[in-house]
């Protein structure tokens, strides 16, 4: 406590920003998953494959991502596919489907149907457990390693679809969150961080947010309303899987919600 007393006020007042817009980032990241998803609760059931909806044009964390129209096409049996990647879980969503793809020396990335990956091969459809990709006219398959990191999500209809704020994802993109399945539900894990906001947080890299104030990302999902008590609390609770445990770190929420939401549209 002393040590932190003795630092210089800029250097403090900077970390507490850096502390509130990793925040607000988890809470667009959670609310759009909030109009996208609903978690799967149990891991064994048999998801179905959704109706198409209408693409949204976002462009979620990284990449460009082509529109590309949905098909009902069974693919049936493919040879497996060299990609130098590992899929680490997808979300069935109709045309806003995704696949979270780890590519040797790289970290976690977000893509969708059209998005063109490495070595030729392009993204052409996302079902349960596989993606299929395409190279030279051949369609392969890439297989999930654990195939419970799969998220079932409701069709958003069309209005809703274009009165959805775009702020989120850049602000997500900040610090590479990625929607992964942790701890029997859901999670965002972090990638990408800088030194600074490990700093201020106890942050490391690939840590995957769980819990904040004890609500699960769930219920956040279920009441987002709940952020904007969140928004005055300079000793926030925000629980973390680290390395298949459980951990409490705690974050100063209140310097910047005076100043950063109202930009982005919403009040404390």
Known sequence: MNSLMRRDP??????????????????????????????????GK???????TKLMS?????????????????????????????????????????ATLKFNGKPEAVYHRGDDLNSGYQLVDIEPYRIVVRKNGLNQQVLMKK??????????????????????????????AVPVAAAG???????????????????????????????????????????ANYSGNSNLPVTVMRQGQEQTIYVNAASLAAKMLPNIGLSR
């Open 147 to 176: 195939p419970d990191s799969i998220i079932e999500t409701q069709q958003v209809p069309d209005e809703q679809a274009a009165q959805q704020p775009t702020e989120g994802f850049a602000l997500a993109n900040m610090f590479g």
């Open 58 to 98: 976002w462009n979620w964390f990284s990449g460009d991502s082509a529109v590309v129209e949905a098909t009902d096409k069974d693919h049936g049996e493919l040879p497996e596919a060299n990609i130098n990647a590992v899929l680490l879980g997808v979300m069935i969503a109709g045309d806003n489907s995704f």
């Open 185 to 227: 539900g859901s999670g965002l894990k972090l990638n990408n961080l800088s030194s600074e906001i490990t700093s201020i947080a106890d942050l490391q890299e690939g840590d995957v947010v769980i819990k904040v104030d004890g609500a699960s990302v769930q219920e956040l999902m279920a009441n987002p309303g709940q952020w």
């Open 46 to 52: 048999e998801l179905q494959r959704l109706p198409s």
């Open 10 to 43: 800029k250097t403090l007042l900077r970390q507490a920003l850096m502390a509130m817009l990793l925040l607000v980032s988890l809470f667009f990241a959670l609310l759009i998953l909030l109009q996208l998803t609903q978690s799967n609760e149990d891991s």
